[in-house]
């Protein structure tokens, strides 16, 4: 089942879609960061503090959903 925008404590990245732009790592630097061909890395860790629905909105690819960590 999919998680909800308002449950959503971090992204998903379609690596399909994303194209590079690099604006997720700027808009959720403690979770995202860059490689070196400008790809985004995901963090393992959950974030409660990250604002989803802007990046998901924000990204020019829509390469970005709303994602929950995996219950352990
Ligand atoms: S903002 Fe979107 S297109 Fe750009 S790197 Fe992040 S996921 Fe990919």
Redesign the pocket.
């Known amino acids: 089942m999919p998680a909800s925008r308002e449950q959503a404590t971090r ?1 998903a ?2 690596r399909v ?9 700027a ?1 959720l630097p403690r979770q ?1 960061t ?1 490689d070196e061909w ?3 890395i995901v963090a393992a860790a959950d974030d409660p503090a990250v604002d989803v629905e802007a ?1 998901v909105r ?7 959903r709303p994602s929950r960590a995996p219950r352990q």
């Open positions: 992204v990245v379609d879609a994303c194209t590079g732009h690099g604006v997720c790592a808009l995202i860059l400008g790809y985004p990046a924000l990204c020019p690819a829509r390469a970005l």
